[in-house]
């Protein structure tokens, strides 16, 4: 598959740069925060404002058909911007049905919410060979500079998005932040996640981390452990074919909470296994089965509907297969650099245990996660004259995990959440960098022995929080300095620990923290209990990761607070818990 590249459009003109939101210095502490606790996040009852077509408006219901599944901004750069969204001409053209004619869509981008001033403005083409999707890249932009953006299609104007172009390359901004979500599912609750993204003003950019929708029918992966489906996946079957994965990302894109974190926000984003299947690796996957066709063209499909789908660059210069590179880095001044990894294109088959005799374990030294390629381009991300902080938008686990015996009745609820993990309960996570000990091991030795600090890897995938110390070597840990620092944020919606075992917050998942704790010195926080998003904020000084919950799933209107925070000192790659959430967000 080789989809087409963004079109990039010539500069009109510029203006100046707005000035990036001010962000005080909570002091760094220590307290004890009770998962699920602390006070409402300030502003959170703010709701999507009204469409004109909810109030009545003829033409404005119109406009809300031809623009149903909102717009949408990525990728930022210091001087471009990916917009995105999709149209729907005619009531034949519906997502994945292959129909409906090739329209025009004019775009707009101004300096002012009513666009007073224009800066840009273009059209483009579109049709059902892409889907009736728009992506392209705004050029001759200015950095560190909030942008509006529109669409026309048909006389119809789509809802007004708002997006933000990175710092200059060479300016030293006061802070970075960013919300912080991945694995969310629609079939197992709302998204209030996105919900309380979209009503903070103080974030610069969304860094989603995978699994952005997920590919099973309905009854097959919903809410708790009944797997109730809290709102039923269409198609209504597992998605395989090119249709059915256009279809599911069509689905999603409904979603009003989504679709007011789109507008808000530009998001940088990567994939992890179930925007494909599940478990998936470069030859195959776990929820592959033979009389689903070829795997290599099925990924193909998926890859093809991501890309029209998600506003992300899909590097066409690539050509690595089937799918386009989709790892990249993006920078943000000299703060900080933000590399963004495919954790599943070019990996190996998963190990089928930590440790095989004949080989083939999580120690095979032939076994990678990343591919050698990506593996020395991510060596290069991490270098010390990068920009400060060295952030790694990783979809799977970095920090290695062993486990305490556990009893015999947890260890299929933590294998559910944390992957394989044996009967025994002996280590390992081998879906994650865990199962690739020979890649780990190689990036530990390059921050080691190239003396890189502030290398922060930002992580989702295991639908729980954490925060870790990544040793070079377990078992010299403390003594030996940590090498790096990863925060992982939970789930947006897909079932943790609790929900598989169907028992009340801090009962047996307490159980299983605890002994994880402490067989894991160097993990200083987790949390197996909650949904949510988290906030990651940069400065010269430190970078801090806010954790923020929900409650029920099942809720639209169901509350959010903040429960805890940790932070990093510059330099140190050692963890410290925070008293309070930046900005004021409790």
């Known amino acids: 598959m080789t989809p087409k590249p963004l079109r990039s459009l010539r500069p009109t003109r510029d203006d100046a740069a707005a000035s990036p939101p001010s962000t005080a210095l909570p002091p760094l502490g220590r307290r004890t925060v009770v998962a699920g606790g602390g006070a409402g996040l300030a502003g959170l009852a703010v709701a999507s404002a009204p469409t004109e077509a909810a109030q009545g408006d003829p033409r404005a219901t119109r406009a809300a058909r031809i623009f149903q599944h909102g717009v949408a901004s990525g990728d930022p750069r210091p001087r471009a911007v990916v917009l995105w969204t999709r149209v729907t001409p005619t009531r034949a053209s519906r997502p994945g049905s292959g129909r409906g004619p090739r329209v025009e869509v004019a775009w707009e981008v101004a300096r002012d919410r009513d666009f007073r001033r224009v800066v840009k403005r273009g059209t483009v083409m579109t ?13 001759g932009l200015r950095p560190a500079t909030w942008y509006y953006y529109r669409f026309t299609c048909r006389g119809e104007r789509s809802r007004v998005g708002r997006t933000r172009t990175a710092p200059a390359r060479r300016s030293s901004p006061r802070n970075l932040r960013f919300g912080v979500v991945s694995c969310a599912n629609l079939q197992a609750g709302w998204f209030s996640a996105y919900r309380g993204l979209a009503a903070r003003d103080d974030l610069h950019a969304v860094l989603h981390l ?10 097959q992966y919903g809410l708790g452990r009944d797997n109730v489906d809290v709102r039923p996946h269409d198609p209504p079957h597992e998605m395989v074919s090119l249709s059915d994965y256009r279809r599911r990302h069509a689905q999603y894109k409904t979603d009003p909470d989504l679709q007011d974190a789109h507008a808000k926000f530009p998001w940088i984003i990567t994939w992890d296994d179930h925007e494909v299947t599940n478990d998936q690796w470069r030859g195959g996957a776990e929820n592959h089965q033979a009389g689903e066709g070829d795997y290599r063209r099925r990924r193909a499909k998926a890859h093809r509907a991501y890309d029209e789908w998600m506003p992300v660059r899909m590097d066409s210069t690539a050509r690595l297969g089937d799918g386009d590179r989709l790892y990249r880095r993006l920078r943000f001044g000299t703060l900080a650099e933000i590399s963004m990894l495919d954790l599943r294109t070019y990996r190996t088959e998963q190990p089928a245990s930590p440790v095989s005799p004949g080989g083939g374990g999580a ?13 020395r381009w991510l060596k290069q991300s991490l270098r010390r004259e990068r920009a400060l902080w060295k952030v790694i938008g990783n979809p799977v686990m970095i920090t290695p995990v062993t486990f305490a015996q556990l009893p015999a009745d947890l260890v299929d609820p933590v294998n559910d959440v944390t992957g394989l993990l044996p009967s ?12 690739y000990t020979a890649d780990r091991a190689e990036v530990a030795r390059h921050l080691r022995d190239q003396g890189v600090e502030n290398a922060l890897f930002v992580t989702g995938d295991i639908h729980s929080g954490w925060a870790a110390e990544v040793p070079f070597d377990v078992g010299t840990y403390p003594l030996s300095d940590p090498v790096a620092v990863e925060f992982v944020c939970t789930s947006v919606t897909s079932n943790n620990l609790k929900d598989i075992l169907g028992t009340p917050p801090r009962t047996a998942s307490r159980v299983v923290e605890t002994a994880i704790l402490a067989a894991n010195r160097h993990i200083k926080y987790l949390n197996f209990d909650d949904h949510g998003f988290s906030v990651l904020d940069l400065t010269a000084e430190r970078a801090q990761m806010d954790w923020f919950v929900i409650g029920d799933r099942a809720r639209r209107d169901t509350p959010i607070t903040w429960t805890t925070s940790y932070a990093t000192r510059t330099g140190t790659q050692r963890l410290v818990q925070v008293d309070a959430p930046v900005g004021g967000g409790r």
Request: aromatic share 12%; proline share 6%; net charge negative.
């Open 127 to 139: 049709g059902a060979d892409r889907d009736h999707t728009v992506k392209f890249d705004v050029t």
């Open 363 to 375: 120690d095979d030294p032939d076994a990678t996660i990343t591919g050698a390629r990506q593996l």
């Open 210 to 219: 995978g699994d952005y929708l997920y590919e099973y029918g309905p009854g």
């Open 424 to 435: 025994d309960g002996v280590p390992y996570n081998v879906d994650q960098w865990d199962g």
